[in-house]
């Protein structure tokens, strides 16, 4: 596999929550491979990485938590989510955001760091959902 198809790989397990950039996946791969954890081949031009014998005795030492595909995959085979469950949800994050609100009101520094972190996180979910948020 080569990185570009881990890089994607990874977000669809996430549900596109997660999306690893060429920064991240490649130089943790060139660790892997100093460890000699994978190897690399060149194939049609790119790099291919393939686990060793190393590396597979290195997982099987160790548990390997699958926290993307217990919470995004899991709930999703089970069973999907109720409209109720979305709603508290929804409502439970809405209070918190007001507590916030209200402890930033005379805080002026805070009031700034919230107001971009609202508009990244606003911008995150319009793009994750596939919408447009900047009406």
């Not at 190393?54 to 595909?69: K, N, S």
């Not at 979305?86 to 507590?99: G, S």
Request: net charge neutral; charged share 30%.
């Amino acid at each position: 596999m080569h990185g570009y198809q881990m890089m994607k790989g990874l977000e669809e397990m996430s549900g596109g929550l997660y999306r690893p950039s060429p920064g991240s996946i490649y130089p943790t791969l060139q660790m892997l491979e100093d460890r000699d954890l994978v190897r690399v081949s060149e194939v049609d031009g790119k790099k291919v990485y393939a686990i060793t014998e190393t590396g597979t005795a290195f997982l099987q030492d160790r548990p390997v938590e699958r926290p993307l595909e217990s919470s995004v995959h899991g709930a999703s085979r089970e069973r999907f989510v109720q409209p109720e469950e979305v709603e508290k949800e929804m409502n439970d994050l809405i209070e918190l955001l007001k507590q916030i609100q209200q402890e930033a009101l005379h805080d002026p520094a805070r009031r700034t760091k919230l107001h971009f972190f609202l508009r990244k996180v606003r911008g995150k979910l319009a793009g994750h959902l596939d919408l447009r948020g900047d009406k």
